[in-house]
Each structure stands twice: as structure tokens, then as C-alpha cells.
């Protein structure tokens, strides 16, 4: 859908004497550019989790979310000869005869100005892109058509690993469409054939010093494919409706094979499980997660269930509803990736949960940045004022370990500490550190 006020908004702007353009205009400046001999580029920007905008703040607002940063692409691009909204959600920019390192450049400045906080009705919100790039040269002289497919393939690609950030096409991902519907169909296979299994990740106390906990993490090994990322295939599962059987199938392995390790270690404390609120759309959690408990007679004070922020914004009542039953049988909740959503204060005034988990674009920088620094200090002190505690999420070096151990925060997860490794090696990890 090509919106029209956008399009006189933006090509009315006097700065810019490019116009905004159509589909139709894109292909045919690229095809004259190229009748001229020169190279061309197209590069596809996709706005991140966009749907979730629409369904959480409504259509209006997601309308003013979109003209806005489309102004801001196109300022990123002051040597663009076309510029198009091509879906609500999706933007094209035509350049030609430039390098690979001006498009770096240029595809690093646009994905900077879309991440800026914008301000609207009073509402802060932050959104994020995903640019793919393709180009044409004389060697392999491509159409505008292919170029758009190219760069649209590899953008959302870069989206499903996360979004917010930019991808040249090089050939290697021709089969996504194909790939994608493929693992569709073989994830229900994967269910029945028992090959999605769980791996840990070990959370590290500040004060004591030990292993308390692990994050219980699905993995997908596909018979033909090998491992694939959560990544890719948990937003299929939840798509599909799948994530409620994978979501309960983490549960009782994770709590199942948790039983074990608390056997062999007298540091463990808990297991964090993460959970999709998606999962509730389809079942009771409730009542599934008092049924696993049950049948493996397991401690409800070692479950913590993980829910994503943006997670929480969506679900709402029912969602609190029953993570408060689940709290007064002595499950906690964390809160996952926070910082990440649109309302974070939001979800802390309207979300009882007992743990707070800062994502890790807040740690990695913390030590080094000024403003990392004061929000991640800012977190631990609001959480610890609501009785929260704090895990501080994708921890890779020592000085960002001084950091949050300074800021008081309470627990550490990341690379440092170690990687999400299967049973076996977790509980020789737990045997060591716990003795
Ligand atoms: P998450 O819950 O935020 O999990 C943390 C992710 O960060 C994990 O990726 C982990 O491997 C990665 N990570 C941990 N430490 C570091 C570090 O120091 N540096 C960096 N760069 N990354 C680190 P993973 O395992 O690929 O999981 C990705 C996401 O998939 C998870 O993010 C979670 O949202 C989702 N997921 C995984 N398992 C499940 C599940 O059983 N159910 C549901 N609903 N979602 C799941
Ligand atoms: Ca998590
Ligand atoms: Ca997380």
C-alpha cells in the first residue's frame, strides 16, 4: 500500500529535489541509469517488528511512526536518485555509480536515524530497520525487479537474526522463500521426531560467586539442515501456533533435566524458561505449567518464567492475570530484554514480576558509554526499588563484569560467564562450580 499523504509530505519537503517515487518510477530511473552505463544500486529497508507497533499503539500511530522515519531515510541518502514507500513497513532507495563503502556508510547512517527515540502523542517509541542491499553491474547486469527481490530477501533475513542491520546481497540466500516454508512444515515433523532439545546458559550471582541459575534455551537440530538458531525458527513457531507445543516441550525437558543438575550441584538455585505470550493464545498456562510441575513433583520456587517486555505489552490483562496465579504458587517472572520495547516504565508500573533482565545493548556498552552507563545504573537502582533483581544479559568481557558489579547489580549471563551448552556439559560446568 503506497501511501499518499506520506508521499506529498515528503516530496513537498524543499530540502530534497529527488521525488518520492513509485514502484513502477523506481524500475524505470533504474533502467534508464543503467541504459546510461552506469552501476546501480537498490537498497530495501524494512522497519522491525512493525506489526507489533500497529497491534500495540494502533493503526494512527503507526502511521505517524512511519512518515517520520521515512523522512529520516531519505536524509540519509542525499545522493539517492529515487526513493519509495513501498508498503507501510518497507522503503527503496536508488543509487548509482557509488562503492560498497559509501553504501556501508550510507545503510550505517539511515539505520542511526531511524533508532532515535522518536516522540509521539507523548509516547516514546523506538524503531529499528533492516537494510538489504543488492546491486547490478556490468559484469552481472541485473533488472530493477531482481534488485528489489535481492535486497528484499537479504533485509528480511537480517530481520529474522534480530533486525537492525544491513545485508549486501551475495547470492548465498536465494533459497529463503523456499527455505522458510520448508522449515514450516518440518517444525510439526521436529515436534514429533523429537528434535528440538534444550541447552543452558549459566547465570552467575555477583555475591556469592556461583552458578544460581540457568537459561533454558530451545535448539532445533534439523536431520538435513544441522542447528538451527532460535532465531529463525521460534517467529515461525509463534506464526504457526507451534510455539505453544515447542513452549511446553522446553518446560518439562528444562524442569525434568533441572531435577538431575540440582542433585549434583548445591549451588543451583532456579531454571529460567522463556515464554512467548503467544503460548497463552493457545493454552492455559496455568494450568499447563501446575501440570508439569505436578507430574515431575517439581519445586515451583526453582521456576522462573522469562516473557519479553514487548511480550507483556500485548497480552495484557489476561497475560497478568495468570502470571499472578503462578506467582502465588512461587513461580517468578522476569522480565526479558528490558529496555528493548516502546514502554519499558510501562511495563514495570503495570507488570508484577520478581526479576529484571537488561538486554544486552545496554551491557555491552555500559562500561565505555556515558549513557549506557547511566541507564543501566538507573534499571538496577528503579528494580531494586521494586523489589526486583537484576540480571544483566549478554555479558563478554571483564570490564563490563567491574561495571555491573559496581552499579550493584545482581547477576551476570553472557559469553564471559559461558555459552548455552547441552545437559551433559552443563552438568559438569555445575559440578566444578558448585563444589
Ligand atoms: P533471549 O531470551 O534474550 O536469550 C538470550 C540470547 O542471547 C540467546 O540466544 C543467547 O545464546 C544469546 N547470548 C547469551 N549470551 C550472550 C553474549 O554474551 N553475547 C551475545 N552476543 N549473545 C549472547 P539464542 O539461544 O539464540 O536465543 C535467541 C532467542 O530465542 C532468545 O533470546 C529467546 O527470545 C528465544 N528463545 C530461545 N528459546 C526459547 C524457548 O524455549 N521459548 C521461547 N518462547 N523463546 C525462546
Ligand atoms: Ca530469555
Ligand atoms: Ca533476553
Redesign the pocket.
Known amino acids: 500500500m503506497v501511501n499518499m499523504e506520506h508521499r506529498d509530505n515528503l516530496a513537498s519537503k524543499p530540502q530534497d529535489n529527488r521525488q518520492l517515487c513509485d514502484r513502477q518510477e523506481l524500475l524505470n530511473r533504474t533502467a534508464s541509469a543503467q541504459a546510461s552505463g552506469n552501476s546501480v544500486h537498490i537498497i530495501v529497508l524494512y522497519l522491525d517488528r512493525y506489526r507489533k507497533i500497529v497491534s500495540a499503539l494502533g493503526h494512527e500511530f503507526a502511521h505517524q511512526v512511519h512518515n517520520e522515519i521515512g523522512d529520516r531515510i531519505l536524509r540519509a541518502f542525499p545522493d539517492a536518485i529515487a526513493f519509495s514507500h513501498l508498503a507501510d513497513d518497507e522503503f527503496a532507495v536508488l543509487l548509482t555509480s557509488t562503492t560498497k563503502a559509501r553504501l556501508r556508510t550510507l545503510s550505517e547512517t539511515a539505520l542511526r536515524n531511524t533508532r532515535e527515540a522518536l516522540l509521539i502523542d507523548r509516547q516514546t517509541v523506538v524503531v529499528t530497520a533492516s537494510a538489504g542491499i543488492a546491486s547490478s553491474s556490468t559484469k552481472l547486469p541485473l533488472d530493477g525487479t531482481e534488485l528489489l527481490q535481492q535486497a528484499g530477501l537479504v533485509a528480511s533475513e537480517g530481520q529474522s537474526k534480530g533486525g537492525n542491520c544491513f545485508t549486501f546481497y551475495s547470492g548465498s540466500v536465494q533459497q529463503q522463500p523456499l527455505r522458510r516454508l520448508d522449515l514450516e512444515l518440518d517444525l510439526r515433523r521436529a515436534l514429533e521426531a523429537n528434535e528440538i532439545s534444550?541447552?543452558y546458559?549459566p547465570i552467575f550471582d555477583l555475591r556469592s560467586n556461583r552458578v544460581t541459575g540457568l537459561?533454558?534455551?530451545?535448539?532445533w537440530r534439523h536431520a538435513d539442515l544441522g542447528w538451527i538458531?532460535?532465531?529463525e525458527f521460534?517467529p515461525l513457531a509463534?506464526e504457526s501456533g507451534l510455539?505453544a507445543d515447542?513452549?511446553e516441550r522446553?518446560l518439562s525437558h528444562a524442569c525434568a533435566e533441572t531435577i538431575e543438575f540440582l542433585s549434583r550441584s548445591n549451588s543451583l538455585e532456579y531454571v529460567a524458561?522463556?515464554?512467548?505470550a503467544r503460548?497463552i493464545e493457545h493454552r492455559d498456562l496455568v494450568k499447563i505449567t501446575e501440570q508439569i510441575l505436578g507430574r515431575l513433583n517439581f519445586p515451583a520456587g526453582r521456576l522462573v518464567l522469562?516473557i519479553?517486555e514487548s511480550d507483556f505489552l500485548e497480552s495484557e490483562k489476561r497475560i497478568i492475570k495468570s502470571l499472578d496465579t503462578l506467582r502465588s504458587s512461587g513461580v517468578r517472572v522476569a522480565i526479558?530484554?528490558f529496555g528493548t520495547g516502546y514502554s519499558s516504565l510501562r511495563v514495570l508500573k503495570e507488570f508484577p514480576a520478581d526479576v529484571l533482565?537488561i538486554?544486552?545493548q545496554f551491557v555491552q556498552n555500559a562500561h565505555c558509554q556515558h549513557v549506557d552507563a547511566t541507564i543501566t545504573r538507573a534499571v538496577i537502582d528503579i528494580a531494586h526499588s521494586l523489589n526486583m533483581k537484576v540480571v544483566a544479559?549478554?555479558?563478554?568481557n571483564t570490564e563490563q563484569l567491574h561495571f555491573l558489579r559496581a552499579a550493584g547489580c545482581d547477576s551476570i549471563?553472557?559469553?564471559?560467564v559461558g555459552?548455552?551448552v547441552g545437559p551433559e556439559q552443563i552438568a559438569d560446568l555445575l559440578q566444578v562450580s558448585g563444589s
Not at 537459561?215 to 535448539?219: G, K
Not at 549471563?413 to 564471559?416: A, D, I, L, S, V
Open positions: 534444550v541447552f546458559q537459561e533454558a534455551l530451545a535448539r538458531e532460535p532465531t521460534i509463534e510455539i515447542i513452549g522446553v524458561v522463556n515464554f512467548a503460548q522469562e519479553t526479558d530484554d533482565k538486554d544486552q544479559e549478554g555479558v563478554e549471563q553472557g559469553y564471559y555459552r548455552a
